[in-house]
């Protein structure tokens, strides 16, 4: 756990702290698509800051892969 943090952790700006402050990454909310995360100041605890994860990254690439297949996208291809 205490590796995770240390990995998401980053500093955002905190109006209450007016500087920027380390932040906790804390799971909001889960939905089918995706997780919301919130950014809560490690020194006042307020929200900071949101961060939406989507879980269909894999997926979308997989689709990208097949669309690419399905159809060449010449426009993005050099
Ligand atoms: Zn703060």
Avoid: N, W
Avoid at 27 to 55: H, M, N, W
């Amino acid at each position: 756990m205490q590796q995770f943090e240390s990995l998401t952790a980053s500093s955002l700006y905190c109006d209450k702290c007016r500087q920027a402050m380390p932040v906790r990454e804390r799971l909001l909310l889960i939905l089918p698509d995706k997780e919301i995360f919130d950014y809560l100041c490690t020194g006042c605890g307020a929200s900071v800051g949101q961060r939406e994860v989507t879980s269909g990254e894999k997926m979308m690439s997989k689709t990208a892969a097949r669309r690419r297949h399905h159809r060449p996208v010449h426009s993005l291809l050099p």
